[in-house]
């Protein structure tokens, strides 16, 4: 327990990975007010949108526009899962891009249509591209966790992709549970395993729900000294390309955890709740977060509200 950070780094990766997901086109103006909601929460991290061909994912087609109106304070960041991506981002004006590839074979074909090698041949160039610009690169793993089509990942193979992103000066890896496969055990040994051979490599892990146990594993990388998680506000997303993903950890349940535990995120969680509830009403349908509905511990009750037993 002596591992555990004093701070948690919290990024929110809604609005690009759970408006992905929408049927329902979200006008850009409402995306701006969602995102500056959250900056004036103190979320100081967003992914905020994606780069990706907007006829691969139509809701987020405006991402240079919502870049015109939101807040900077926070850092913006935008996936990519290209060269052309790159340069997309970088003319928008993005702080940081985020690279994306899946650990296995099978779901970076799905996701990106490429072969592992030759996502990562491509982000040779993304790299020039990106310092020229002087915008830092975060790396992502999809599947890190597990492939929904292949199974178990090796951590040999999560390895080759950060040797590369090490040896292409990325800043960061971020470990990603597409499908919500990652248990307790596998987050200990996966942390432990990139630790020891890449010590220098500040690591992030993005979990998702699926099975019900994404809070449960936050408390296994917490353990292993990790301070960089990932999170979806209402507990929004489910990758497209992946069959049985549903939404990512919520951020305010996150939150809640964390204080809970004296451990600060700089976030307040009031109004990251309000934020949430103000989601739920935008997308019409019920979101999986927990704390946004009952409050936190603190919250009490008049004697009125409930019904009293009779007979």
Known sequence: ???????VQVTEVGTRDGFQAEPKFIPTETKVRIINDL????????????????????QLADSAEVLQGVDRRSTMMGLIANAKGARRGVDAGVDELVVVISASESH??????????????????????????????HGAIATAFGCPFEGDVPFEQIGYIAERFEKLGFHGIGLGDTTGMATPPLVTGLCRYL????????????????RGIGLCNVMAGLDEGIDKF????????????????????????????????????GIDLDRLCEVARYVE???????????????????????????????
């Open 1 to 7: 327990m002596s591992n555990r950070p004093a701070r």
């Open 39 to 58: 900056v004036a929460a103190g979320v100081p991290r967003l992914e905020y949108s994606s780069f990706m061909s907007p006829r691969a994912v139509p």
């Open 281 to 311: 009403d935008v997308v019409d349908h019920r979101l999986p977060g927990q704390v946004m509905k009952a409050g936190t511990r603190a919250r009490l009750h008049a004697l009125d509200e409930a019904r009293t037993a009779t007979g």
């Open 108 to 137: 970076n074909r799905k996701n990106v249509n490429r072969s592992v090698d030759e996502s990562l041949d491509g982000f040779e160039e993304v790299a020039l591209i990106a310092a020229d610009a002087s915008v830092p690169v």
């Open 195 to 210: 630790r020891d051979r890449f010590p220098e490599m500040p690591v992030a892990l993005h979990f998702h729900n699926t």
């Open 230 to 265: 990932e999170s979806s506000i209402g507990g929004l997303g489910g990758c497209p390309f992946a069959p049985g993903a549903t939404g990512n950890i919520c951020t305010e349940d996150l939150v809640y955890l964390l204080h809970e535990m004296d451990i600060e995120t």
